[in-house]
């Protein structure tokens, strides 16, 4: 009895320790840079933008790895620096409220997709 | 005289305990795991001193039209009925365009046909999200596939990743074959007079 708990709860943490549904883990820089991976989370902006204003004003391609994102452009004001900038929301200075993500995450989408699809992000 | 043996006490097979306490404890899981908090989300880092600052996702989604997948929010929904408002545009000069329109797409065995709603899609993307990368803007000139959209291609770039999942057949597969009108078997649109009327939401 004890052993099948045991065995419910291994299967089961992956699931207890779950992102939300879209959220997007940047990596590509941040461990070898020393500062927490970023994590986006997409319910959060698009309760406030359509993913137009991002995907299509902004340039952000829809495909999660396919972004060259930079802390120079985002300064520069491109990206997220187009609203990161202390004006819309939070500007670049604020570091640890984007990098706030653990160590060694891998980039890419998160949060439980309940199919094994989209299998390239 | 014979003494009936004593009634062994009946034990339950082991895979069967473990599968009830497997699907008990998936239920307890399921009720738990609607909007973790950030610092318990296996993403977070529960040390960083940003965490205390960031809007949690019960807060913000508790509030919304309630789902049963993803985000567990009807999005749309939510747009609909003005609960949220998001902004279509921040440069000046963009033109937000939203489309209604509805494209039947027939040509899928037996399973219902789909339909596609531009008005749906629109609120949220603009046109060229979709088109002409990943769709021709001509009905019945594209090739669909479940198995290239449950490999994250076509519909798949957004459903499944942040829209709603894949595991939502009828959402999408919503049109009874009995209800298509004869010759539908291709990809059309269903309301062919909006299709040329572009307009800001």
Redesign the interface.
Known sequence: ?KR??F???L??LP?????????V?LNRHSDKQGV?PV?F????H????????C???LGFK???GSNEVLMSDIIDGKFCG??HNGQ?AWGPE?C????????G?PSG??GG????????? | MNVPPCPRRTRLP?WL??AV??VG??AL??A??V??P?A??????PR????A???Q?AE??AT?PPDT???M?K?VQALDSGV?N??????PG?E?RVLDQDIIIARNGSMPAVKFPHRQHT????C??CHEHLFKAKAGANKYSMTA?????QC???H???SF???ECNRCHSVPRSQLPPLATASSPANPRASAKVTPP
């Open positions: 009895m099948a708990l065995a419910a709860a299967l089961l699931a207890l320790l779950q992102a939300e549904y879209g959220d883990v927490r994590v989370p997409h319910w959060f698009r309760i406030r933008f359509r993913c137009k204003v995907h299509s004003e829809m495909r999660a187009m609203c819309i604020r640890d409220l984007c990098h706030s993500g653990l160590k995450l989408i998160t997709a309940q199919t094994s699809g989209p299998g390239r992000w | 082991r305990v473990a306490a497997w404890a998936a899981a399921a738990a795991t909007w973790l950030l318990k989300d296996g993403v977070h880092d960083g001193p940003g965490i600052l960031l809007q996702p913000a989604l919304l997948a993803g985000n929010v999005w949220i998001p902004r279509s545009s921040i440069l963009t937000v609120l949220w993307l603009d060229s999200n959209i449950l490999n994250g291609e798949g770039l957004c499944g990743a942040v999942p894949l595991t």
